[in-house]
């Protein structure tokens, strides 16, 4: 798990240089997130949650990200697909994120992928094997978790 974050700092990083726009000041970086914050699989969402503000939290603490502290929006789905697109909607157009990470669930990502993409909203890591999400790729989706079938083998 370590191995993501790291890897999704330095795609953050990168992208600060290539990206510097909408979500990034001087002072922060804000990201988005939906997780299953209630529902039937709240459990899953707030432990995924809790663990990406501990880490955000242990970066800032120990001077963000070239003195950007990330600010991690996260946003309640209940794992429901009509209830993620809102959400992701109102994380791009409202709250104005850099970019999103760690979406739990299949049903959520695949409602929304292709409008993120179509948003140029940079998203790494889907929390979901679909190789819908990867496959064709997406200039803007770039997916960590190996899809179902690779998973399987």
Request: hydrophobic share 45%; net charge positive.
């Amino acid at each position: 798990m370590k191995k993501v974050f790291l890897f999704f700092l330095s795609v953050i990083f990168l992208m600060t240089f290539i990206f510097a726009e909408v979500g990034i000041t001087d002072t922060e970086i804000k990201i988005g997130t939906f997780q299953a914050m209630s529902g039937p699989v709240a459990v899953i969402g707030q432990s995924v949650a809790n663990g990406m503000k501990a880490y955000f939290n242990y970066v800032n603490d120990n001077g963000g990200i070239y003195g950007r502290n990330i600010n991690l929006i996260v946003a309640d789905d209940q794992f429901n697909p009509a209830k993620t697109t809102v959400e992701v909607k109102r994380l791009i157009e409202n709250d104005k994120v850099f970019a999103l990470v760690g979406g739990l669930g299949t049903p959520g990502n695949l409602a929304v992928i292709d409008y993120v993409n179509k948003m140029k909203v940079p998203y790494v890591y889907q929390a979901s094997g679909s190789s819908l999400l990867a496959i064709p790729p997406k200039k803007y989706i770039f997916p960590v978790q190996p899809n179902y079938t690779l998973e399987g083998i």
